[in-house]
């Protein structure tokens, strides 16, 4: 019997590490990457065009579900900041037969705003910048997943500070 793909998901606000995790997991061949930000910048569309990143997003997530369906791994780098939007993840995967696989960054305000000050001074592609009231406004929406929701997943990993 065929190994069933992973969808590998992340949890955590802007600095936190998700893409230069979901980089590293990409040259390991763990996965296809998928980025939006990425993908917006590559098509030179500004970051403050909100609908188109939600147009962009919605799009890569649903070719992320068709290489579900041809066995492909994928590493979604998103950072499903709320329960619903990982419930939606964790059903969707499970509707095309995958394994899911969350990785939950579990970061301070003080360490998260420290790693943004020094991205931001050098931006790398596909990232933005982050002021520390954007940086709060996003820890304000943030809703960590309790135990009992990591439970629901295949495989957790939490990333703390180094």
Known sequence: MKDRPKLILFCGIP???KTTLAKK??????????????WQDDLK????????????Q???YSLALELLDYGQNVILEDGLWTKPE????????????ALVEMHLFDLTFEEIWQRLSTRNANLAHGSVHITKEDLQKCWN???????????????VFIHKAA
Request: aromatic content about 6%; glycine content about 14%.
């Open 45 to 56: 569309i500004p970051y403050t065009e909100k609908g188109f990143h939600g147009r962009l």
């Open 141 to 155: 929406v943030f809703e960590r997943p309790t135990e009992e929701e990591l439970r629901s997943f295949d495989k």
């Open 25 to 38: 997991l990409e040259i390991e061949g763990r996965g296809i990457r998928i980025c939006t930000d990425d």
């Open 15 to 17: 600095g936190a590490g």
């Open 86 to 97: 990982r419930d939606q993840k964790l059903g969707d995967a499970e509707q095309h037969g």
């Open 58 to 60: 919605k799009r890569l």
